[in-house]
């Protein structure tokens, strides 16, 4: 693919901001920086405040766990933290694999009982 045929991330940036993202909706969820933390792993509420400002990239590890505390799916929240970290990563993720990145209900994600 030569220079002039790719996408600038801006052109594929959709929706508001991740940080504002990630702030409305830890605030619909009604949960504090010390509880979001807690839940994604972090001993210190500054690394949430960190990721709300935008001051700290999200990392990949952490979305799994931070899309089930922001009641968000975890294919949307990927697909979110990709557009900002490597959009190009989003972009042939979604060439190669299509509609395969949209969810849903599947087997894996019922609780046995």
């Known amino acids: 693919m030569n220079?002039?045929?790719?996408k600038s991330a801006p052109a594929r940036?959709?929706?508001i901001p991740l940080k504002e993202f990630l702030a409305r909706r830890q605030d619909e969820a009604g949960l504090k920086n010390y509880e979001l933390a807690e839940k994604l792993g972090y001993a210190s509420p500054n690394v949430v405040a960190m990721l709300r400002n935008g001051?700290?990239?999200f990392p990949l590890n952490k979305t799994g766990a931070a899309a089930k505390a922001?009641?968000?799916d975890p294919v949307v929240m990927l697909m979110r933290v990709l557009e900002e970290r490597n959009p190009e990563l989003l972009e042939v993720l979604e060439e190669?694999?299509?509609c395969l990145?949209?969810?849903s209900p599947s087997p894996r994600d019922k609780?046995?009982?």
């Open 3 to 6: 220079a002039t045929a790719k």
């Open 13 to 15: 940036a959709k929706g």
């Open 55 to 57: 001051n700290m990239a």
């Open 70 to 72: 922001l009641g968000v």
């Open 96 to 98: 190669i694999l299509g």
């Open 101 to 103: 990145l949209y969810t």
């Open 111 to 113: 609780r046995q009982s």
